[in-house]
């Protein structure tokens, strides 16, 4: 559901493109939370200093139990972000829910100390509220544009093959092959009843060894690891599965079609899998960090949700 479906109903108001409110002395505007895979219906506060994990855990009281987290402009996490109440947000009751949340947590923001944030995060000097991004904080426009000026500059010097890039390459390359040797092995002892679950460690070696070699994400090199993904596993299939019916004493037209077509579902499952590795690097982008997703959000400033 959009905010825009139920944010003036909760009292927000939309400044450009961020639907914001005060309460008790606080600025508060609703944004996504990315977790992981999720994306959460969330509100976020800026502070004037610095949130401890023991206020952190204080503050899921003061959210009526809701999951909170905290998010950093810079280095210092010193914004609060809480989940919104669970249910449908266009009800009476779950916007009863959410007002609540969001008057309980500013008064306990204020019963730890905490007042809202007037310095801008990227100087430290006083500044007014503006849109940075898709958040909403105290900023110099100075200050937004440099910040810009150096994402850019850092997006076009990450272009290209770097030592990440190559050591992500060469992993891959490794994973799949380790990933490959119990699926070997079943293959060259005819014992095929586990073929494709092992088979299925190619795909996730590889994949890991990508994300263990921290290298930034880029289209080139997610297409690579797909490849070398694809090329393992069905290179690896042309090889197993005449040597499999070979070994069972069968035609590879009998293995394949015949006695319960155990061929055929063995090929028909690792070519599922050769493609797993375009899928499962895109899913990575998830935990990787992304400049030109971060980019974007100050390019799109249409995007209202």
């Known amino acids: 559901m959009k905010y825009s479906e139920y944010a003036e109903d909760l009292g927000f108001e939309k400044i450009g493109k961020i639907y914001h409110m005060e309460c008790n002395g606080f600025d508060i505007y609703l944004k996504d939370w990315n977790y992981q895979l999720l994306k959460i219906p969330s509100f976020y506060i800026p502070l004037n200093q610095p949130l401890t994990k023991e206020v952190l855990k204080q503050m899921e009281h003061y959210a009526l139990e809701n999951v909170v987290s905290g998010f950093s402009f810079k280095s210092e996490v010193n914004t609060l972000i809480v989940s919104l109440a669970d249910g449908n947000k266009k009800s009476e009751k779950t916007q009863n829910a959410i007002k609540a949340q969001i008057e309980s947590v500013t008064k306990g923001l204020i019963q730890e100390g905490y007042l809202k944030m007037t310095n801008c995060p990227l100087c430290g000097k006083p500044a007014e509220y503006q849109i940075f991004g898709n958040n909403y904080c105290p900023m110099h426009t100075e200050c937004k544009n440099s910040y810009l000026d150096n994402l850019k500059k850092e997006i076009d010097e990450e272009k290209g093959i770097d030592k990440r890039s190559i050591l992500a390459v060469i992993f891959a390359v490794l994973g ?6 119990p699926a070997l092995v079943l293959a060259l002892t005819n014992y095929d009843y586990y073929f494709g679950g092992m088979l299925a460690l190619t795909p996730i070696l590889a994949i890991i060894s990508y994300l263990v070699s921290k290298a930034l994400s880029q289209k080139w090199l997610k297409l690579t690891i797909g490849f070398i ?9 042309g090889f197993a599965i005449p040597y499999m019916a070979n070994g069972k004493g069968l035609s590879l037209e009998d293995y394949m079609f015949k006695n319960g077509m155990i061929g055929l579902r063995r090929l028909g499952f690792g070519i599922l899998l050769s493609f797993a590795g375009f899928l499962g690097v895109k899913s990575l982008d998830k935990y990787k960090k992304n400049k030109n997703d971060l980019l974007k959000e100050f390019i799109d400033e249409d995007n209202v949700d």
């Open 176 to 181: 799949a092959l380790v990933g490959l040797t």
């Open 229 to 237: 993904v694809l090329v393992t596993v069905l290179g690896f299939l």
